[in-house]
């Protein structure tokens, strides 16, 4: 950074922006916030200190003015180099060129994002009321130092969205043009214009006998009707918050792309990406990261505004626009990273385990790595499988999954009493995105792109989630009916790398399960079981395609449905028991172990009696093939997935023993590989001794 800095050279400033872009993708700041300096807050400098590396050093401002210490930011803020990154990005003439703008602010991103999730506060699940005083701006960054940077990066990524709509559009950047109020029609019964004009005569023939008032009044009359006129004009004269045309550095921005975009629209390098395309995706995807940290009070005033620079957007970068219409959309309703009850932060600074404990202390060495590691893993894996009895209770909070949080939230906020001018408002908002929307679903029956066609896909789950009617999007039903006339392309294989898409079209089905057209469902989970035994029936490639269509119906049917009364029991029973048949089929693949064992943990807290009968149906499919080698597992991951699974069966499902020492002496018929044959020795051994302890 100081070698940027303080350089002289266009070229050694463009070399060190890149290459500090691609440390922050390499080393991401999450997971390396102390070498960025991104870390929790430290000591802040006393002014003595600061004076005398003042002296030394030097001071930077953005366009607006305000004054940007780097010192004072450099020294444990936990900020980094994030303020001379931002002040070089909205004011030094260097980032003119469209690479380097494109690696810096890709690096500002970078940077604020992860500085960000590491002071990042969980907000409460039942926020209280709070005035408009008292609503602060990023009420989830504790570190405050963050704010006006977060505030500076986000009006600069507004200010080029408004550059790059006014060169899509064909327009000059300029001030809001005041829209004329349109006159109001009189309250009283309507009147043909001759019968008007007739009794106007008949009045003035009437008032000609009548004094006249005075001159004075009529002139204070006049002065009042004149007055608010002046005023509507303020009123309707709205400031944008991206408004750049009185800045002379976003003017010249705008020259630049402007050139840049009439050289993108007749270049014949269709496969070549363009500078103005490349500019414009960066500055989505910094939007998207930035809106994960925001919430209404940054971006709820401005949603008309955006909506429609991403409207513009959306015929060059579709699928980076609604990414970010997704985000704005969470943002708004607090569904986004700050909103979530667990974060992802508490998963990566929790406490490390107790095999690390125990042996951090210990020199590395021969002894160590053969005994006390397995030993000290081994300990702590039986304490686990020996206090399986008391987790039980929490299965609902830990596999509940983010569907299920949306959707308690959703309800809760249902339940709450909201006053009219807040339902008002969320209904403004919804509609603000109707336009939008409904050009997604366009666009995903004319294009052959799968991550585009994905996206469209996410934006509609997260509208069914926050209960918004998708009988009003989809009237005449077009679009369901098109996502599902695409299993028949996907059941001959005519379409490739479709296994991306499948998860999340089956996710989409699952949520409009539960959704109504005049009394009747859109899709019944029958229909959606029936499409997942054809692709299983297809002969596809098992581990893209029948697994992931099978992880959105298990999880829906085993953890979601299990408290809803939505169905029958005896219909929702049945459904179950078609689905772990299917389950049972693909038995050898590590991922089938992971829902099997949601399967099971729901079956021990409904009935002991169909938890020890579904126990006893898996050990009996799962026991052969481990003694045939047929068991997919190649990973630690999946043996982690078969020893969680083995854990929660039944312990008479065990049982006698007999049956585990006769399938551990049993010899394989194929000898595949010495790894192999030593995880299937290892799970039979772990087995054994669960019974002691069981």
Known sequence: MGLMNNSTSRNLSYGCIEALKKLSNKYPVIYYAGAWNCGSISRIPKADSLKQQKERGRSWSDSLG??????????????????????????????????????????????????AFHCLKATTSKPKPAS???????????NRLLVPLADQLLQHIVRVLNICSNIIEGTQPGPPKSQTALPTLPSGPSLSPIRRKAKGKDKDALDQGTPTSSPAKLQGKELKGDKPDGAEDKKNLKVLFGACYQLPHYMKLFDILKG?????????????????????KTCLDTFSQLLEMASLHEVGKYTEELLGYLKS??????????LCVEQLLKALFSTNLISQPDPVLQQIAKRPSKATRLTCNIKPGLYQDCFTVPYTQYSQFLSSVSQKADQTSDIDSDNAGWFGWVKAKVGDKKQQKAGSKEKTSLHGYIRLFEPLVIKALKQYTMTSCLGLQQQVLHLLAQLVQLRVNYCLLDADQIFINFVIKQFEHLEEGQIKD???????????????????????????????????????????????????????????????????????AKDLETQREVVVYMLTRLIQFHQVLDMLLAVLQQAHK?????????????????????????MNLDSQKALDSLHQLLAAVAPSALRPVDILLKTLMVQP??????????????????????????
């Open 313 to 322: 957007a959306t015929s060059l970068e579709p699928t980076a626009t609604i």
């Open 132 to 142: 408009a005083k008292d609503q602060t701006s990023w009420p989830s960054l504790q």
């Open 66 to 115: 305000r004054s940007l210490d780097f010192e004072k930011f450099s020294i444990s803020a936990g900020c980094g180099p994030l303020p001379i990154i931002l002040s070089n990005l909205t004011s030094s003439l260097q980032m003119l060129d469209l690479k380097s703008h494109q690696d810096i602010l890709l690096l500002a991103g970078n940077i604020l994002s992860g500085a």
């Open 498 to 568: 479709y296994e991306t898409l499948i998860p999340h079209i089956f996710y989409f089905l699952v949520l409009l399960s539960y959704e109504r057209y005049h009394s009747k469902n859109i899709i019944t989970m029958p229909k959606i079981i029936q499409l997942c035994d054809g692709i299983m029936a297809s002969g596809q490639k098992a581990t893209t395609h029948a697994v992931p269509a099978l992880q959105p119906l298990v999880h829906d049917l085993f953890v979601l449905r299990s408290s809803s009364k939505s169905e029958s």
């Open 606 to 630: 409904e009935s002991e009696e169909k938890w020890k009968r579904l126990s006893r149906q898996s050990i009996d499919i799962i026991l052969p093939l481990l003694a045939k080698q047929q």
């Open 669 to 694: 018929p194929n000898f595949v590989s010495f790894n192999l044959f030593i995880f299937f020795e290892s799970n039979f051994v772990i087995l054994l001794l669960l019974q002691t302890i069981v």
């Open 260 to 280: 840049a975009y009439g050289t993108y629209r007749v270049s014949l390098e269709l496969r070549k990406r363009e500078k103005f395309c490349s500019l414009l």
